[in-house]
């Protein structure tokens, strides 16, 4: 009954987008129904804003901007990244489980279990970052420049997540076992957070990490978060941060894929 | 090798049969799990895939599946080529895998749901066919709980039913009852049996020679990749030298070998001695007339006998003719490999 109507393009493309939900709903459920999962990626952030703001703050000098207006536009960058390390690690179980077995066995899209679990994660970068700006703005952060940037620096944020997402997934497909997904997210997650201009000016740091913060891509989204919230020259970040998002997706979107065609 | 196209490939063995395999190889790096291997299992039978771990049991299914593709060789399910028509295939066939696959964050429910949008049913009919399920496997009382919580048995039964959301009409169970107490072995060999009943084509791969002899119409013997032996029950126990053994177990364990020499000459088959219990086995046709020999010989050399019965060969004594070696002594090393890879919970990639 459904073999003939599969080959039709009009239903294949209904049912990648039908597969698509189920399976992000899946996730969707399961980040909800794991409360350490949910706990460690609220909490744990909103504490983190906490700290840097409270101990480290009044040490960092920014200009004359008060540090909360300095920090949160990058923290909702880094959260989406250190968000992105989930991506592996759900994918890296769903593999040690057999379920990417089933799914590879059924009649299903073959693109949605990537796309679905993409998807759910993107909902879960939204989420975050909603959260991050309502906690930044009960301890003074304010956006400065109008209600449009301001929508569109908390979809950017989502946007630089979405693409990570593939990079993650990339990996979760990559390695052996959960643990080594789990710590992978941290060789790459902490050097291109911290040497970013997400916590100080990177006028501060040595010339030779400054290098390599001007063009890190945190940095870029950073400052180009930054100026759609508070305001300044947006052009050059804007184009080097969308030309990293669209960079990254180009590279691991394919690549991701790919690796889960041809699961060993 | 065989790269036949359909049209000049042996029609009949591929159309006649529900489960073909021709020539099928595969390696992993430089381990060869399967080695040429030829099956074929006629639709509404069961067959089952016998052999230790290792032996290339579930690189067999994973290929059939259409998980993983051959080195060389084809194979076809309902004359569907799993590697040209895969996606055709994937639309027949049935999996329940090694380890349950099943979302522990969902309900049993959700869980059969999810397959059955998979399946691109509607809604309500994939809901119709969960609580069906749900109801046959004896679920239904546990439907809205998470499957973190159910036991061994219970995931075993929700993953079989995830595999049959769609009644494929052939059905791949790769070591359904590994890890099972008896009683849930019991319940799930009940439950595979009414699928065959009902015209399910059932392959199946077993350590277990008595769940192969319960089930199986057809047991084919795999080892080192490739398949040593196949006929029913019957046959591979007759073939292993007589239709019933003379087994005697020794008041003195060190005589093993003794007793082995002395009946050495009476038996049709080959003497098997386990020295760790004292037991010696012969197999024989047509008993009675050569028990009362052994007993005799054995009488004479002032050997002392704690036991002697005539006993049905199992599955075991024919893996065991079969191969030199019991199934449960490579299987019971690789067992423990496992138990060690569980524990660590590393993915499972094994052949």
Known sequence: MMDAKASLPAYRFVWNFSDTIVIAWRNVLRFIRLPQLLVFSTIQPVMLLLLFNYVFGGAIGTGGLKYIQYLLPGFLVQIVVFGSSQTSVGLAEDLSRGMIDRFRSLPMARAAVLAGRTLADTLRYTFLVLLMIGVGYAIGFRFHNGVAPAIAAAALAVLFGFAFTWLSAFIGMSVKDVETAQVAGFVWIFPIVFASSMFVPIATMPGWLQAFAKINPVTVTTDTVRALALGGGIIDPLWKSLAWIGGLLLVFLPLAVRRYRRIP | ?351
């Open chain 2, 1 to 351: 090798m065989a790269e036949d196209s359909p049209a000049t490939a042996p029609l009949n063995k591929v159309s006649d049969a529900a489960i073909s395999a021709q020539g099928l190889s595969k390696k992993f790096g430089k381990v060869t799990a399967l080695n040429n291997l030829d099956l074929a299992v006629s639709p509404g039978t069961i067959m089952a895939l016998l052999g230790p771990n290792g032996a290339g049991k579930t690189t067999f299914v994973r290929i059939l599946t259409t998980l993983l593709s051959p080195d060389a060789g084809q194979a076809w399910v309902l004359g569907y080529n799993v590697v040209r028509d895969a996606a055709k295939v994937r639309t027949l066939i049935g999996l329940a895998g090694q380890y349950p696959a099943v979302d522990e964050n969902l309900t049993g429910r959700e869980n059969l749901e999810m397959v059955g949008r998979l399946y691109h049913l509607p809604g309500q009919e994939a809901r119709r066919r969960a609580n069906e399920l749900l109801e046959g496997f004896d679920l239904a009382g546990a439907a809205n709980r998470r499957a973190k919580v159910y036991s061994g048995g219970m995931r075993r039964r929700l993953d079989l039913a995830a595999s049959l959301v769609a009644k494929p009409p052939v059905l791949f169970l790769d070591e359904p009852t590994a890890g099972l107490d008896p009683r849930s072995r019991l319940g799930l060999w009940e439950i595979i049996e009414k699928l065959v009943k009902e015209g399910t084509t059932v392959l199946l791969t077993t350590q277990y020679l008595e769940e192969a002899d319960r089930l199986a119409g057809h047991i084919a013997v795999l080892d080192n990749g490739s398949i040593i032996e196949q006929g029913t029950a019957e046959y591979l126990k007759k073939c292993c030298g007589g239709d019933v053994l003379i087994q005697v177990r020794l008041a003195d364990r060190s005589q093993t070998e003794l007793v082995s020499q002395i009946l050495g000459t009476l038996g049709d088959g080959k003497i098997r001695t386990t020295p760790e219990t004292g037991e010696v086995s012969l197999p024989v046709v047509g008993g009675t007339s050569i028990l009362a020999e052994v007993v005799r010989r054995l009488d004479a050399s002032g050997v002392v006998l704690a036991d002697i019965a005539l006993r049905q060969p199992t599955l075991d004594d024919v893996f065991l003719s079969l191969t030199g070696h019991t199934v449960e002594s490579s299987a019971q090393s690789s067992a423990k490999a496992k138990d060690a890879e569980v524990s660590k919970r590393k993915p499972r990639r094994g052949l």
